[in-house]
């Protein structure tokens, strides 16, 4: 008897300690990151951790590890390139320290505003971190440098050691486990950034069961990024990876591992139509690349019937 009584105090100890679920009307709508909710989440799954393994110092050892890194959304702080890796002949990886074991704690999708200086110009752009959120001492980015591009001046002058300047967090989309039944990422070079950490962040969480049909649009087969991280990825049971190439002449002349799985030509409307028709459960799109890119894929999602609320354009 008394040993139920203490299994009975004991639960009712771990009920106090359960993080308090917010009410609709504490939230305020306005896609805040992290949002309340966002918090709540984060906290209940500390909570159920500590709780399955009869821990309660958890709770507070996993507040105090969680440590983010200070960025501001009015000032730019300082980070320090620790590598530079080129990926094609005009992108580049970058990675940026942050001290100690700090995270960058970005919400899936979220991107920061880099300062430059050209010629006593200054310029701002915006960049996604394709690094996971719980990734520590450091972030890192895709950068595409254009010919004519001022900020590409700035970025091809960048070595080890140098400091840039970054302020954020922006955007970002307000992903939760098992949201959606399937994810249709659309990608157009570059805009594969954001759709990275959001994929990793359901690979990673065992109990996230949503299907993920990665389409990655490239002009050459050479020019695709990050192809082992990718491939990777496409060994979890609930991923696909589609790739679309607009210039290169002939399936025959890509690896075998990549002919089945790639396009020649460009994302029509056709093939949009084909690609949702054989998601796996009922999708929801996400976009992101150039301005005319995601314009035509907007209507293209259009013409196979998702409605504006089955789409999110970054």
């Not at 050691?161 to 989309?173: C, I, L, Q, Y």
Request: hydrophobic fraction near 35%.
């Amino acid at each position: 008897m008394m040993e139920e009584e203490k299994e009975e105090e004991e639960e009712e100890a771990w009920l106090q300690l359960r993080p308090t679920e917010p009410l609709p009307a504490q939230c305020c709508g306005g896609g805040c990151k992290p949002c309340v909710f966002d918090t709540y989440y984060q906290e209940l799954t500390w909570w159920e951790k500590a709780r399955a393994k009869k821990d309660k110092s958890l709770l507070w050892r996993k507040k105090e590890e969680h440590r983010v890194s200070e960025l501001s959304l009015e000032t730019f702080q300082a980070f320090s390139i620790s590598a530079v890796e080129p990926l094609t002949n005009d992108t580049c990886q970058i990675r940026f320290e942050l001290p100690g074991n700090e995270q960058l704690g970005l919400s899936p999708g979220q991107h920061l505003i880099l300062r430059g200086t050209v010629d006593g110009l200054e310029i701002q752009r915006a960049y996604t971190p394709i690094s996971h959120r719980n990734s520590e001492g450091y972030f890192e980015v895709l950068i595409k440098c254009y010919e004519t591009g001022l900020m590409s001046q700035y970025v091809k002058s960048w070595k080890v050691g140098d400091t840039a300047f970054w302020r954020g967090p922006f955007g970002g989309f307000p992903y939760r486990p098992n949201q959606y039944g399937e994810l249709l990422m659309l990608a157009a070079g570059t805009g594969l950034a954001p759709m990275l950490p959001i994929l990793k962040e359901i690979t990673d969480n065992e109990e996230d069961e949503t299907f993920v049909t990665l389409v990655g649009c490239f002009k050459t087969f050479k020019g695709i990024y990050l192809k082992p991280f990718l491939q990777d990825q496409a060994r979890y049971w609930n991923v696909r990876t589609f790739f679309v190439l607009s210039q290169e002449a002939s399936l025959d002349e890509l690896p075998w591992s990549y002919q089945e799985k790639t396009h020649l030509g460009r994302l029509s409307q056709a093939l949009v139509q084909e690609l949702v028709s054989s998601c796996r459960r009922k999708p929801f799109a996400l976009v992101c690349g150039p301005s005319e890119f995601v314009r035509d894929m907007a209507l293209c999602l259009q013409a196979t019937g998702l409605t504006k609320e089955s789409y999110f354009l970054f």
